[in-house]
């Protein structure tokens, strides 16, 4: 809907201009007079239902109170949870030693042996290689897999 077919969007300042022209030539009504005519109502025929000024008030206060009872709770609840921490006693050197996990230890470091993990998937993932002992089958990484795929059917 957005194509430009050729046509310039300039022609509607001179436009503009003209109904701006004729508006103040006094050929066109003013704009209260329009409405009138349009409407059979004069604007601003609503003042008695709503007030505006009050209804903004009333907006502000209902936002400043909610940000009130938010500002309260956040000092709440940090104050209760700093009166808690200061009745709690210091932590025991037994309580803060580093846990060991019991004989036998099966994994000395269990970050080195989960890269170790990663990166042999990953290699088995991203790589080429044969999937059995007499390289009958061989396995390619996914997106290699994915680009020769796809438009084809999958039936053999």
């Not at 505006?52 to 907006?59: D, E, L």
């Not at 502000?60 to 109170?65: D, I, K, M, N, P």
């Not at 390289?135 to 290699?144: D, S």
């Amino acid at each position: 809907m957005n194509q430009n077919d050729g046509r310039s969007h300039l022609g509607l300042i001179p436009a503009i201009l003209a109904g701006l022209a004729l508006r103040r030539s006094g050929l066109l009504p003013k704009r209260r007079e329009a409405a009138a005519e349009a409407h059979g109502f004069e604007p601003g025929y609503e003042k008695t239902d709503v007030d505006v000024g009050k209804t903004a008030i009333a907006m502000g206060g209902l936002a400043g109170s909610a940000l009130v009872a938010v500002m309260l709770m956040l000092w709440f609840l940090t104050s209760y949870s700093a009166s808690q921490r200061r009745s709690q006693p210091a932590l025991t050197p037994q309580q803060s030693a580093r846990v060991n996990p019991p004989a036998p230890n099966l994994q000395t470091n269990p970050f080195a042996d989960i890269d170790r993990l990663r990166a042999a998937e990953s290699a088995r993932l991203d790589g080429y290689g044969f999937t059995d002992g007499t390289r009958q089958r061989a396995r390619i990484p996914i997106g290699r897999a994915m680009t020769l795929t796809v438009g084809r059917p999958l039936d053999p």
